[in-house]
């Protein structure tokens, strides 16, 4: 990622957020003008709007998008005698700990924090933090605002959600695999629909990530497409 990129920026302002524990948690189950994309992070809006196509196999990722899908209809998440939390972060560390990558590297146990903010964290320092076009089967997949973590009914509550990717259909819909209160499943994301739920054949385009609620503020969203932060792919 070059210095010069804005992205470059808008990932160092993330990691100031979340240093100073200001994010939080993980699901249960827009477009908004930015100030300054280097500094806030953007918590609304569709980016990778020509996204996506499937990468180029890489064992590693391929090794890891088998794995998460070995897991898909159960609630548990055991890796080699070791139990993680039944929640998406815990999902996503347990998937990459098959292949020997500790997502929580260098970043000290969760205590009252944010596991996806962490996660994306660690993607930072030791990956690449992207929006397509390709993904990488095994790549992390970021979302913001799947549920009101800091409970002021805004719209407002960055990297909720994460989970990992299993394919591209020809499409462009990424499914990815996470884990929510039911257990884990697959989910559908299409960035170039992000508003249609299922097209017209009855295809499913983007999953609901989000509850709905009597009171909800104008300007919060539901599916998949309109609640993408980002993908993140770790050094192959």
């Known amino acids: 990622m070059s210095s010069a990129d804005p992205r470059?920026?808008?990932t160092i302002g993330l990691l100031a957020l979340l240093v100073a524990g200001a994010l939080g948690g993980c699901a249960t189950t827009g477009r908004q003008p930015l100030h300054d994309e280097?500094?806030?992070?953007?918590?609304m809006g569709t980016r990778g709007a020509h996204c996506c196509a499937?990468?180029?196999?890489?064992?590693?990722?391929?090794?890891l998008a088998r794995t998460a899908v070995r897991f898909v209809g159960q609630s548990r998440i055991q890796v080699g005698g070791r139990s993680y939390s039944p929640d998406c972060s815990g999902f996503v560390r347990g998937v990459y700990a098959t292949q020997r990558v500790d997502l929580y590297d260098g970043l000290g146990e969760l205590d009252g924090g944010n596991g996806v903010g962490r996660i994306f964290t660690h993607v930072v320092q030791h990956g690449r933090i992207h929006y397509g076009p390709t993904v990488n089967p095994g790549d992390l997949v970021f979302f913001h605002n799947t549920w009101d973590f800091n409970r002021d009914g805004l719209p407002n509550d960055p990297l909720t959600h994460v989970g990992v990717v299993e394919k591209v259909d020809l499409d462009g819909t990424v499914v990815f695999v996470s884990s929510v209160s039911g257990g884990i499943e697959r989910y559908r994301l299409n960035l170039q629909h992000p508003d249609t739920h299922k097209a017209q054949d009855g295809r499913v385009l983007n999953d609901f990530l989000r509850r709905k609620h009597f009171g909800d503020t104008r300007g919060t969203y539901y599916l998949a497409g309109r609640l993408f932060a980002a993908f993140g792919t770790l050094a192959h």
């Not at 280097?38 to 918590?43: C, D, K, L, N």
């Not at 499937?54 to 391929?62: D, E, I, L, N, S």
């Open 38 to 43: 280097r500094s806030v992070i953007p918590t």
């Open 8 to 10: 470059h920026f808008f």
């Open 54 to 63: 499937m990468a180029k196999a890489v064992p590693r990722q391929t090794a």
